[in-house]
């Protein structure tokens, strides 16, 4: 009875806040996204949430347009021949404020978030830039910095080392501008949205309920279609009938067991998230060390049927580490363009590998661990591997779910002999996947270790467009053929949209442009 009263609670409440009419679309569209962020301000944006809704309130001085990078604040951009110099140029464009947004307010942004009294989550990217990890340290002054304003319009930086992959850095919330007005007293203000320099700012927030996001007037690119947004922060079941209901008009990451439901009102749209869902190998421990073994296991790992099992049906199998949704300077798929050939199962093959390493023989094969976080999906998900490997190879794997902290302890002591491990890339380009491997990754617990690859990814970062991109094949195909990992499939966000929204575009990271919605009225 109590869940009852609530749930009616919830239902009378909403249906106050946005009229009973089902469908009655006014000049704002309600949007369920389950968490409520923590804050709005990019020094303390700390997770996914935090940065969808910061995607919306701010611009940078690069961003996003139809999965390619384009000039936001910054009209263009000249980096020096041996790609450690930018000079970004901005353009005229305002604070909602009015205030007009200058090279001054991205010094001071920065600042903020490497100043070594700062109370924002320090991100690691930064450390790019010349200077900023002695900073940090105390041990120079912001005039040694690479990061200074010259005037009002021009902003530069330098790196320690090329980098072409830093413009996809811009993009992120560590990156993104505040008004440096507003923090002068004191960098760690916590800010609140209502100025931003983006398609939205933050019109209302009332705390675990709803935030309303309302068109930035003085935004460069024009209005947001004059569309207010309302964030809620509803579960999935309150969310499922209040967009029933026609209530609410979105549902991030909505409860499959009602999609089927709610099916004649709405569309699915799945955005890439940049993850990718894999097994590591511990190559320190035999006979995982051999790659015919690793070869063996990849030869009867079945993605589709892992998929269909356990996601019902609905994911992509991974073929290499990168995801989809990159695209290349030419506009085209990052991982469309690559030459790694799927994996045909053949167990006979994998079981001829074994015998040509000496398995079964004299020697019996180890019994294997396979460690995952717990949680009942994950379980599932490696329960099902498990009985693959022990089928088609004969051998006997057992599957322990541990708690993130004990996961994470064993995988950095190498305690382990399998893993299931997932990797979301940081910032949207294909290195922020691949570095995962270098020799000297903190995250590499596989222990890969090939100078080659190192080499490339190098290479890569001194390097733009064709022969960028023909380099990073080259190292993500070195990975694959090695097979210190079995990519299983990868990740993306879904979202159930009112069949009445048109339009709704997304970055590469999976994160909704509000801005780009249009609604078709009846």
Same mark, same amino acid.
């Given at each position: ?8 609670? #919830? ?5 106050? !806040? ?26 303390? =944006? ?15 001085? *690069? ?28 353009? $005229? ?38 200077? *900023? ?108 009938? =209040? ?53 063996? %296991? !990849? ?34 798929? %990052? ?14 093959? =994998?079981?001829?590998?074994? #015998? ?43 599957? $322990?779910?541990?708690? #993130?902290?004990? %996961? ?7 305690? %382990? ?5 997932? #990797? ?5 380009? =294909? ?39 023909? *380099? ?44 780009? *919605? ?5």
């Amino acid at each position: 009875m109590k869940k009852i009263s609530l749930h009616i609670g #919830w239902m009378l409440m909403l249906t106050l !806040a946005f009229g009973a009419a089902a469908y009655a679309w006014s000049n704002e569209i309600a949007i369920n996204i389950g968490a409520e962020p923590v804050a709005v301000d990019p020094l303390y =944006a700390m997770g996914r949430v935090e940065a969808m809704v910061i995607t919306n309130l701010y611009q940078g001085l *690069v961003t996003w347009r139809d999965g390619q990078l384009v000039p936001g604040v910054a009209g263009k951009w000249i980096i020096s021949k041996d790609g450690t110099e930018y000079r970004f140029q901005l353009q $005229t464009s305002y604070w909602s404020n009015g205030d007009p947004v200058v090279a001054k307010d991205f010094e001071v942004s920065w600042f903020r978030n490497i100043h070594p009294h700062s109370k924002g989550k320090f991100n690691s990217l930064m450390s790019i830039i010349d200077g *900023v990890d002695q900073y940090r340290r105390g041990e120079i002054d912001q005039t040694q910095v690479g990061i200074k304003a010259l005037g009002r319009n021009v902003l530069w930086v330098k790196l320690k080392r090329p980098c072409s992959q830093f413009l996809s850095y811009l993009t992120l919330p560590t990156f993104m501008p505040v008004n440096a007005r507003l923090v002068a007293d004191n960098y760690n203000q916590s800010l609140s949205g209502e100025c931003t320099n983006g398609p939205y700012k933050v019109g209302e927030w009332e705390k675990r309920r709803f935030m309303r996001l309302e068109p930035n007037p003085r935004f460069r690119w024009g209005q947001a279609r004059g569309i207010d947004v309302r964030l809620i922060f509803l579960s999935s079941e309150m969310a499922a009938s =209040a967009f029933k209901a026609g209530i609410i008009h979105a549902i991030k990451s909505p409860d499959n067991r009602v999609v089927k439901d709610l099916a004649p009102y709405s569309i699915m749209r799945k955005a890439p998230s940049l993850s990718c869902s894999f097994i590591f190998f511990n190559l320190q421990r035999p006979p995982l060390n051999r790659q015919e073994i690793r070869q063996g %296991f !990849a030869l009867v790992t079945n993605k589709e049927r892992l998929i269909q099992r356990n996601l019902d049906g609905q994911g992509y199998p991974a073929t290499g580490f990168v995801p989809y949704g990159l695209l290349d300077h030419n506009g085209q798929e %990052f991982r469309s363009n690559s030459e790694i050939p799927d994996m045909i199962l053949d167990g006979e093959q =994998a079981r001829r590998l074994f #015998w040509q390493v000496g398995y079964p023989g004299e020697t019996e094969f180890p019994p294997m661990e396979l460690i995952c976080r717990e949680g009942e999906l994950n379980q599932k998900i490696m329960e099902n591997l498990a009985t693959m490997w022990r089928i088609d190879l004969g051998i006997s794997v057992v599957v $322990t779910p541990l708690p #993130w902290t004990e %996961f994470k302890k064993r995988c950095m002591e190498g305690r %382990f002999y399998l893993a299931r491990a997932g #990797w979301e890339g940081d910032y949207p380009d =294909a290195m922020a996947m691949l570095e995962l491997f270098r020799s000297d990754s903190p995250g590499n617990f596989c222990r890969y270790q090939n100078e080659e690859y190192d080499a490339l990814l190098m290479k890569a970062e001194a390097l733009f467009g064709t022969e960028r991109n023909r *380099v990073l094949h080259e190292a993500e195909k070195q990975l694959i053929q090695d097979l210190p990992i079995i990519p299983l499939h990868y990740g993306y966000e879904e979202y159930l949209l009112d069949k009445r929204m048109n339009d709704l575009s997304f970055t590469p990271q999976g994160f909704p442009m509000f801005w780009t *919605v249009a609604v078709k009225r009846s």
